[in-house]
T-cell receptor, first 112, second 115 residues
Framework: DADVTQTPRNRITKTGKRIMLECSQT?????MYWYRQDPGLGLRLIYY???????NKGEISDGYSVSRQAQAKFSLSLESAIPNQTALYFC???????????FGPGTRLTVT | EDQVTQSPEALRLQEGESSSLNCSYT??????LFWYRQDPGKGPEFLFT???AGEEKEKERLKATLTKKESFLHITAPKPEDSATYLC????????????????FGQGTILTVHP
């Protein structure tokens, strides 16, 4: 089984809808991250969490919120989806004493 | 502002034709430079971390090197299975306390190796 899983893998939604992307990990890592990837823009950090009670905004957090339900679970919500949130979304994890990040398989989100 | 620029945007090689990918960066206090491989439809896969100028790391046909301004990913005698997008990222030194050192990614180089 994959160490970092994301659900759903693909999602098409309409403008104004609320959606949630979920991430689970079995690596036992404390740190979890949400990124989005757009063609020509690379990966950009949305939110990150160093433990269940520590959640921080990344460089592009507007329009997004997160919840760290447990050490192993980190979800990303779009309260009111808009078309420019169409992108690939990746969850990642890392150990507290390591710089290596391990990425999930991604969720392709399309907002129409 | 931290910047990471990768070149070329795309590279096509014949199997066995060695080459290099470039990652140029500007960052206030380098905490580490990272190389990832990303296959289509998948998340990035960690390859290397380099921390100081002069450092080198190798893995199979890949070797990463670091200077004060750039990093190179050398691919020796590539095979078709090396085809992927290669991402470079840099982390700046933490501002203080337990704050997270920002990770800035480049746009990637798409490598295609033809048999």
């Amino acid at each position: 089984d994959a160490d970092v899983t994301q659900t759903p893998r693909n999602r098409i939604t309409k403008t104004g809808k609320r959606i949630m992307l979920e991430c689970s990990q079995t690596k036992g890592h404390d740190r979890m991250y949400w990124y989005r990837q757009d063609p020509g823009l690379g990966l950009r950090l949305i939110y990150y969490s160093f433990d269940v009670k520590d959640i921080n905004k990344g460089e592009i957090s507007d329009g997004y919120s997160v919840s760290r339900q447990a050490q192993a679970k980190f979800s990303l919500s779009l309260e009111s989806a808009i078309p420019n949130q169409t992108a690939l979304y990746f969850c990642a994890t890392s150990d507290f004493n390591s710089d290596e990040q391990y990425f999930g398989p991604g969720t392709r989100l399309t907002v129409t | 502002e931290d910047q990471v620029t990768q070149s070329p945007e795309a590279l096509r090689l014949q199997e066995g034709e060695s080459s290099s990918l470039n990652c140029s960066y500007t960052v206030s206090g380098l905490r580490g430079l990272f190389w990832y491989r990303q296959d289509p439809g998948k998340g990035p896969e960690f390859l290397f971390t380099l921390y100081s100028a002069g450092e080198e790391k190798e893995k199979e046909r890949l070797k990463a090197t670091l200077t004060k301004k750039e990093s190179f990913l050398h691919i020796t005698a590539p095979k078709p299975e090396d085809s992927a997008t290669y991402l470079c990222a840099v982390r700046q030194a933490k501002a203080g306390g337990t704050s997270y050192g920002k990770l800035t990614f480049g746009q990637g180089t798409i490598l295609t190796v033809h048999p």
